[in-house]
């Protein structure tokens, strides 16, 4: 546009309804939803950041009637009331706008489309550059020389050549466009019959709708199909047509209390805009808002927030460069009660970070830097790490004085390869806040800052950069690192000052967190650095016939296409199955295209397609390459000569560990290629004291077994007391049948219902699974709960203890809070029950195995044995132990897991013993 700073008009009611309708269903963890109010105010940020407007407005519509619902009453008919979950955003849209400093206007009785459109016409008439931002192509009937419309979502601008091009005609006929064809959105009737390309045919061949009615009888002679007896269908809808045509007509003269003086942008309130931004939980916002980053809000505005927000003096940090100074703060440490501790290093792996300084804090506000490896040019001169390291070795050893620290884990592994036992650990922040809420924030200290402090922590980019060119942090200048490594302790103190208070509230949670994810912490650095052996050669050859398989499914989908294509492509996928093989389109994208996602092709591939089938297979043999036999010889350290992953404690909302680098809980065992990349774990090679053997120690059916204590159902509890095959009990219980004339396939349907009910799944999604009508699942599961009333009772009331408290609990009292489940949208609160029904089940598991872990590794550690713990997936743990004492071992593993817990029927452990892994389970 001309006009560097045009007057801005949001249509704020189209993209209120356009962001909730588009975006994922975005709450708080108190289950407020925010995903529309996130949207809306995203793209008003960006409209600040693009043009940086001095006049701008964001017009909604009124509530009440207008006057086009006089003209008719069926106006607007067919659009559903505004969902709950939507009208409770928008108070919240409304405060956040005006806090923006952005003017708000709602003129009563009017719609926004009439007042932009009036504002339009008024501010173009006096020539000033106008620039719409909608979603809305009504508003293509505004456009001139002087308003240009902006669709916010895809960045497209229309001037008059831009409507042309979009519409096929200019902005003067968009009107007659929308009274031929009438807009279902809106409930405009049109004229039946014509569609976009018979009014693009009339428009462009006759003119306007006048000069159609005016010249019916040449309609026949126009070049489109149906043309002869469209002149016929004109003519009967001819009142209906001149009707859309008014409702079609955005006003330009309506009486508004608003002039340009009150379009003009006000000082953003920046403290508004914080409390705002914590309240709905947008925390990069927030972030940006601290650092005077925020488009919405200027940077002197920012640092007064920053001040007054954060409220963390940093004066009182220091570096130590100086023997004296280092005693001085050894000191401090043995004085205090408890002291934060972080280590700095040059990497996040930890079995390959070389440590570059330590931080501590005994106080909030009174944090050093010990830093002794900057090695950057022109570094001034520092403590050498020897003397660091061995006067800090005794404190940091020393069991009696108590440490916090924030993902500690890594940290204890970091001083582990330097020799460096830490001892006395008694907290760690990451850890406080994952058994408060596990779903209330991501648990980073950056974001527990932000949430719990309203601090903007010094991020490490801010220092190091980004990307290719980001120093490691020996790199980094020393009086910027100095101040990011004392925030980083005094941080994680001023932390468990505000969370370990939160936290000794809830004596199931601190029984957690002291009992349980505490005592798991040093154990899982141990497994960590233990790290497994992997055949590399054999991966590399699992890799070669991968790539033969990748080729020969390839050519499989070549053959059923009938054409060649890339298989990677979803687009080209789509327009193979839905538009040359013509496969009924079952679910679109979020863009309105055909889906191609694999829950989709699986279904498809149920419905009996091959095409899908074929996909569905090489989509999960190249998975397979990439992720783990292209990968995995990559991930060998050259030290050990072992893969170290890394176990991540607070992640899973249920309790469950999951890991990285590599990712041994999603390794396939349902294919035989997936199995095969298990044979690869194996035990290594014979050293001076004899063959090895790999050993996994597997729970059976905890989970089930577990519901059965929680449901104290009679006829589960008697299976498992028993020792009964529990689907094949499951099964007779079910069909009315002895146990020995159970079928196979009657088994394996019990053991979809047993698991299925586990995870909440309904009639319809156990119908899938088994490949039967709706009907005959919903017999299967009503016989269950007919022969199993316990676990319905327990469901019953699960979903309704979830409902009043808003969390369930596990066996041990760890606690998952459900911010859906009591929402308005079905679909969000039946997920939400579902996970209710699961969570303590998953949850109760993870625990008991986490208590497993604790108990075998202080008897290891304590013990003889040539035996490491190298892994722990899902209910299993795995060993590497001397070949002679393998028979010892089992025993006293099972032993450890199967009192872990007292439950009302037995825990059982299977254990087996292999060359590697897959050979052992």
């Known amino acids: 546009m001309a006009d560097p700073k045009p007057i801005i008009l949001v249509d704020g009611s189209s993209y209120l309804y356009r962001a909730f309708h588009a975006l994922p269903p975005l709450t708080t963890s108190g289950g407020k939803p925010t995903g529309a109010v996130r949207g809306v105010a995203a793209m008003l940020r960006k409209m600040i950041k693009d043009y940086d407007p001095e006049y701008m407005a964001v017009v909604f519509d009124a509530k009440g009637k207008t006057f086009r619902d006089e003209l008719f009453e069926q106006y607007k008919a067919n659009r559903p009331p505004m969902p709950d979950e939507l009208r409770e955003q928008v108070r919240p849209l409304h405060d956040l706008i005006r806090a923006m400093g952005l003017p708000l206007i709602i003129e009563e009785g009017v719609e926004a489309d009439d007042v932009i459109g009036t504002f339009a016409r008024q501010f173009s008439a006096e020539q000033k550059a106008v620039l719409i931002s909608t979603g809305d192509k009504d508003m293509a009937q505004l456009v001139n020389d002087h308003v240009t419309l902006i669709n916010t979502m ?300 309203g601090h903007k922590t010094v991020s490490f980019e801010e220092i190091a950069g980004k990307g290719a060119k980001q120093l490691t942090f020996n790199q980094v200048g020393l009086e910027e690192a100095g101040e990011y490594a004392a925030e980083d302790a005094d941080v994680t103190l001023r932390l468990h000052q505000t969370l370990w208070p939160r936290l000794q509230e809830i004596d199931g949670l601190k029984s957690v967190f002291e009992d349980i ?160 990349i298990r044979l690869a774990f194996s035990a290594p090679p014979s050293d001076k004291n004899g063959p090895r053997k790999i050993v996994a120690c597997d729970y059976s059916q905890i989970e089930l077994r577990i519901m059965a204590h929680l449901s104290g159902d009679k006829g589960l509890l008697h299976a498992f007391e028993h020792n009964l095959d529990i689907h094949r009990a499951t099964a007779a219980e079910v069909w009315g049948k002895e146990l020995d004339d159970v079928s196979d396939n009657e088994r394996r349907n019990a053991k979809a219902i047993n698991f299925g009910l586990i995870y909440g799944m309904s009639a319809f999604g156990l119908a899938r699974q088994l490949g039967i009508p709706r009907g005959e699942a919903q017999e299967y599961i009503d016989r269950y709960f007919e022969k199993y009333p316990g676990v319905k009772r327990y469901m019953e009331n699960t979903r309704a203890d979830a409902a009043e408290n808003g969390y369930v609990e ?70 590497e132990v001397a070949e002679s004492q393998v028979d010892a071992l089992v025993k006293e593993v099972k032993q450890r897991m199967e009192a872990a817990a007292d439950l009302k029927v037995p825990l059982i452990v299977d254990a087996g013993i292999g060359d590697n892994w897959e050979e052992a389970h």
């Open 154 to 453: 895809n960045d497209a601008l229309y001037d008059i050549e831009g409507v042309k091009k979009k519409f096929g005609i200019g902005p003067e006929l968009i009107i007659d466009f929308l009274a031929l064809m009438g807009d279902k959105v809106d409930n405009i009737p049109g004229v039946p019959g014509v569609g976009e390309k018979t009014a693009l045919a009339l428009l462009t061949g006759l003119g306007s709708l006048q000069n159609i009615y005016d010249n019916l009888d040449k309609v026949a002679e126009l070049e489109f199909r149906g043309a002869k007896s469209m002149g016929k269908k004109l003519e009967e809808h001819r009142e209906q047509a001149f009707l859309s045509y008014e409702l079609a007509t955005i006003k330009v003269d309506c009486e508004l209390h608003e002039g340009l003086d009150e379009l003009k942008l006000q000082s953003p309130d920046s403290e508004q805009l914080a409390r705002y931004y914590r309240d709905l939980e947008f925390k990069g916002w927030l972030s940006e808002l601290l650092e005077g980053q925020d488009p919405a809000a200027g940077g002197e505005a920012a640092e007064v927030a920053l001040e007054e927000e954060a409220g963390i003096d940093r004066s009182g940090y220091e570096t130590v460069l100086t023997e004296d100074a280092l005693d001085a703060w050894l000191d401090k440490l043995k004085q205090a009660e408890l002291f934060a501790f972080d280590t700095e290093t040059t990497s996040l792996n930890y079995m390959d970070a070389a440590l570059v300084g330590v931080s501590v804090a005994t106080a909030a506000g009174e944090a050093a830097y010990i830093p002794f490896g900057h090695d950057y040019a022109g570094a001034p001169e520092q403590l050498d790490e020897k003397t660091v390291l061995e006067k800090l070795k005794p404190l940091l050893e020393d069991d009696g004085l108590k440490k916090v620290g924030q993902n500690l884990k890594y940290d204890m592994s970091v001083l582990a390869n330097a020799g460096i036992t830490l001892r006395g650990v008694q907290f760690d922040t990451m850890l406080e806040s994952y058994v408060l809420d596990s779903v209330a924030t991501r648990h980073d200290m950056d974001s527990l800052a932000l949430k719990y402090l």
């Open 517 to 676: 994810e505490m005592p798991l912490l040093p154990v899982l650095s141990r497994i960590e650095r233990n790290g497994t052996y992997v055949d590399a050669d054999m991966l590399r050859k699992q890799s070669q016939s991968l790539a033969k398989r990748m080729m020969e499914l390839q050519e499989q989908a070549y053959e059923v296409a009938g054409q060649e294509f890339n298989l990677g492509s979803p687009k080209q996928l789509g327009e193979i199955l839905y538009e040359k093989l013509e496969i009924p389109v079952i679910k679109k994208t979020p863009k309105g295209a055909p889906s191609t996602a694999e829950a989709v092709l699986q279904e498809l591939a149920m419905d009996g397609h091959e095409l899908p089938e074929v996909i569905m297979q090489y989509r999960g043999v190249s998975k397979l390459k990439n992720t783990y036999t292209d990968k995995l010889p990559e991930l060998i350290n050259r030290r050990t000569g072992r893969v170290h992953t890394s176990y991540h404690q607070a992640v899973a909302a249920t309790g469950r560990l999951s890991s990285s680098d590599p990712n041994l809980q999603n390794i396939p065992v349902r294919s035989e290629e997936g199995r095969k």
């Open 810 to 879: 596990t066996l041990f009292g760890r606690r998952l809070y459900l911010p859906e489940i009591n929402s308005r949208n079905g679909q969000r609160r039946q997920a939400a029950e579902r996970t209710a029904i699961n969570a303590p089940m998953q949850g109760s598991a993870a625990d008991i195995i986490k208590r497993a872990m604790v108990q075998v590794d202080t008897w290891l550690t304590d013990s003889d044995f040539d035996a490491l713990m190298i892994m722990q997936v899902h209910d299993e743990l795995v060993f």
